[in-house]
């Protein structure tokens, strides 16, 4: 486990590091969730093992430190996850990232182009998301304020969330859950989707096959965003698939 301070207070960001050749690459989670638990078997996956391979909670969540006065928007997310990869001499390094991170994804390599080489986006948000009471996603946390969140609307969620998005959830911070999902629903502006559409390094977007082509696929290939179709997943694709992902993760590294 490896960690750099990332706020003037001292906050530490930490994360499990694996080592390999370089380019490195960046593992990020979803809200609520935690790297290692969520991409291990993918970093030593046959079809992507060998890289230095950073799997890295943000603030709030898994092993890092949960500051009450962080922000915890979009932008904060993306600025702490920068000065960690600076921290650990990582260059350029391929980000692949998983819903919430991949939209933290998208913000740094439009905030931070020298950090980032390359961009998988793991089932991601692009869109704002309208609050949606009685889900237990970020719009679903939402819909809370944060007073009613923090004084009992956290149990709610949990018992929405169920036992395996729980068992990450409960070690996130409250206040860090409940910020990072209201501004994960807010969106960024422009929009993620907006930035990613600008974004001039190779990108590609997983989604379950099941779901359908993403809303505006057409725009994102035009882009030059390879939007890819994994068969057999929901949401948590490297974890309903993992050989699916493994494969369709190598594919995208690989392309120009």
């Known amino acids: 486990m490896r960690s750099a301070a990332v706020t003037p207070e001292g906050d530490r960001i930490r994360w499990a590091e694996l080592p390999g050749e370089e380019p490195a690459r960046l593992y990020l989670h979803g809200l609520g ?50 000065r960690a990869l600076t921290a650990a ?92 999902a209201v501004h994960l629903a807010a969106g960024t502006t422009p929009t993620m989707r907006e930035l990613l559409l600008e974004l001039k390094v190779p990108r590609g977007f997983l989604h379950p096959e099941a779901d359908g082509a993403p809303a505006g696929a057409e725009a994102l290939e035009a882009a030059g965003v390879a939007v890819v179709p994994v068969p057999e997943c929901g949401h948590n694709i490297m974890l309903d698939n993992p050989e699916g992902f493994a494969r369709a993760t190598a594919e995208l590294l690989a392309r120009d």
């Open 33 to 82: 969730s935690t790297a290692p638990a969520y991409f291990a078997a993918s970093a030593v996956h046959p079809r992507l093992a060998g890289r230095r391979s950073l799997l890295l909670d943000l603030l709030g969540h898994g092993h890092s430190d949960r500051p009450e006065a962080f922000p915890y928007t979009l932008e904060a997310h993306a600025d702490t996850v920068a």
């Open 89 to 180: 001499g990582s260059g350029a390094a391929e980000v692949i990232a998983h819903s919430m991170g991949g939209a933290v994804a998208i913000v740094l390599a439009a905030r931070h182009p020298h950090l980032v080489s390359r961009l998988v986006l793991v089932d991601a948000n692009l869109d704002p998301l309208p609050p949606a009471p009685g889900t237990a996603g970020s719009s679903g946390i939402a819909s809370y304020t944060e007073e009613e969140f923090l004084a009992g609307g956290w149990a709610e969620v949990r018992d929405r969330a169920g036992a395996h998005w729980w068992s990450t959830m409960r070690l996130a911070g409250r206040t860090g859950l409940y910020r990072s």
